[in-house]
């Protein structure tokens, strides 16, 4: 039985049993790989509960998803794509970095600054979100909280102006 964590370890072991469980002889799955699972594939966090993708995961991927879930105590939706409504507008898949290329599926890393800026956006008081953007802040290329504050509004033209949001962004550089 698994304790439920998943380091960067764990995840490309699994991503790989679940690239064996599915059919050859099509194109390939994609996955693009954001939050905590992406920085525990780096080992810039230690571990994550789930490996979150902003692509859609078909019914075929759902099924070898499950079976390696029955097969190590995991939770059936380990590998889901609840973040999905939550992508940049700005994210695009050739910005990715490919992470690794599977039989029958292709692993991508969404670019750090896309993630620092869902992790902005989810707006949650969670300790480890505001961890993992004060870990991201190098690795983004941003050259000041008024350009990441600006590039996030590119990226969510709906979200509600906040006047606090630059020195929010400077306190965690």
């Known amino acids: 039985m698994s304790d439920g964590l998943l380091d960067g370890d764990r995840i490309r072991a699994h991503l790989a049993e679940v690239a064996a469980a599915l059919p050859r002889g099509r194109p390939p799955h994609r ?13 810039l966090r230690e571990s994550t509960r789930d490996v979150d993708s902003v692509l859609a995961l ?3 991927l759902r099924k070898a998803v499950e079976t390696v879930a029955a097969r190590h105590g995991l939770a059936p ?5 609840h973040a999905r ?3 940049p507008q700005t994210l695009r898949e050739q910005d990715c970095d490919l992470l690794a290329e599977l ?9 750090l600054d896309q ?3 869902m992790k902005l956006h989810a707006t949650r008081v969670r300790t480890s979100d505001v ?19 600006e590039l996030y509004y590119e990226a969510y033209p709906l979200a509600e102006v906040d006047a ?10």
């Open 115 to 117: 993630v620092f800026l």
């Open 31 to 43: 996955l693009i790989l954001v939050g905590g699972s992406l920085l525990a594939w780096h080992g």
């Open 77 to 81: 939706r380990w590998l889901n794509d």
């Open 131 to 149: 961890e993992d953007m004060v870990v991201l802040w190098p690795r983004t290329g941003f050259a000041s909280a008024a350009q990441a504050v």
């Open 58 to 60: 078909d019914a075929t």
């Open 164 to 173: 606090h949001l630059v020195a929010y962004v400077a306190s965690l550089t």
């Open 85 to 87: 409504p939550f992508a």
């Open 103 to 111: 039989p029958a599926l292709r692993v991508l890393g969404a670019p």
